[in-house]
């Protein structure tokens, strides 16, 4: 099975760099999945690593460490409109079926 | 706008009652997601099929079924609705292969009443 563990909430201000981790462990990886949900709204895929090491992508970049079962999501500059659910999310070998984490909540203040 | 399409967009009934929620996913996805995502909760995986058959199962209650047609759309059918099953559905497809992300639609905002 997979178990994922992220941060339920964070705040940060705006301009602010903020960083939230993910951990997981999973019988079978196959990638590992880092979306964006705004209340009430659908999940926008933000980044993917398969491989160790940064992925960068404007202000967002994500990190994999496969052998410690760890990811990062890095935001930079941080803008209001920033302020959503970050959800972390692992692919299985075999099946593809993605599974999510919990998701962080993150505010950022003026 | 992701190019996964949900039906109905909201939908409220009593509880004990049957619906049925559709989902029609991106052209060429075969793989299609079906998720429940209660007030402040995560994202719950329910079912995956691939290609017209069931490929995962996760958590999804013996009251629910779903099934993914010929033509690729799915329904996910919820019986003997409880308070419990309010929550938004989300249904999200994708390519076949591990690389490529999931899609998802708006959702289906179920209440139970």
């Known amino acids: 099975g997979q178990n994922i563990d992220q941060p339920t909430e964070m705040t940060a201000t705006e301009g602010a760099i903020v960083q939230i981790n993910c951990t997981y462990q999973t019988s079978g990886f196959n990638g590992l999945f880092w979306y964006q949900q705004h209340a009430g709204e659908a999940p926008t895929f933000l980044s993917y690593?398969?491989?160790?090491g940064l992925e960068e992508k404007g202000r967002f970049s994500s990190f994999l460490s496969r052998s410690k079962g760890y990811s990062y999501l890095l935001l930079k500059e941080l803008q209001m409109k920033d302020s959503a659910s970050y959800l972390c999310a692992v692919r299985d070998r075999g099946t593809d079926k993605l599974i999510f984490g919990t998701g962080t909540r993150l505010q950022v203040f003026p | 706008d992701s190019g996964v399409t949900q039906t109905p967009k909201h939908l409220i009934t009593a509880t004990g009652q049957r619906v049925t929620l559709r989902c029609s996913p991106r052209?060429?996805?075969?793989?299609v997601y079906w998720y429940q995502q209660s007030l402040d909760q995560g994202l719950q995986f329910l079912i995956q099929y691939y290609n017209g058959e069931e490929r995962a199962k996760g958590n999804i209650l013996e009251r629910f079924s779903a099934q993914q047609f010929p033509d690729l759309h799915s329904e996910l059918n919820l019986s003997s609705l409880e308070l419990g099953d309010s929550a938004l559905y989300f249904c999200?497809?994708?390519?076949?292969?591990?690389?490529?992300?999931?899609?998802f639609g708006q959702g289906t905002r179920l209440t139970v009443v």
């Open positions: 999200a497809s994708s390519e076949e292969g591990s690389a490529t992300e999931a899609f």
């Open positions: 052209s060429g996805d075969l793989s």
């Open positions: 690593n398969v491989l160790d």
